[in-house]
Nanobody, 118 residues
Framework: GRLVESGGGLVQAGGSLTLSCKAS???????????RAWYRQTPGKERELVAT???????DYADSVKGRFTISKDNGKRMLYLQMSNLKPEDTAVYYC??????????WGQGTQVTVSS
């Protein structure tokens, strides 16, 4: 199985973007039984957890994005989303989606670049 992100791009500060992550070759029970998350990374820095949605539907966000980002999922389509609004230049990063299935299976996408201009 694999994850494929899309939806990144260049946007002005204050703008919005929605990232999508498609899980391919991952059976539905694994998708719904996984904790799902979005991370981001900038050059020279560690990957940062941005938002999570657990297998029971609990959502959590990094303080830096609370009130601006929303994580959601569509189990039937095996999709994970990250709606981003009021974007800031410091949100510029490569964004990765992640599925962690209990038992140790960890899936990562290839990343999608988000660039916010001031």
């Amino acid at each position: 199985g694999r994850l494929v992100e899309s939806g990144g791009g260049l946007v002005q500060a204050g703008g919005s973007l929605t990232l999508s992550c498609k899980a391919s070759g991952i059976i539905l029970s694994v998708f719904t039984g996984s904790d799902r998350a979005w991370y981001r990374q900038t050059p020279g820095k560690e990957r940062e957890l941005v938002a999570t949605i657990t297998r029971d539907g609990t959502m959590d966000y990094a303080d830096s994005v609370k009130g601006r980002f929303t994580i959601s999922k569509d189990n039937g389509k095996r999709m994970l989303y990250l709606q981003m609004s009021n974007l800031k230049p410091e949100d510029t990063a490569v964004y990765y989606c992640n599925l962690f299935y209990p038992g140790g299976t960890n899936y990562w996408g290839q990343g999608t670049q988000v660039t916010v201009s001031s």
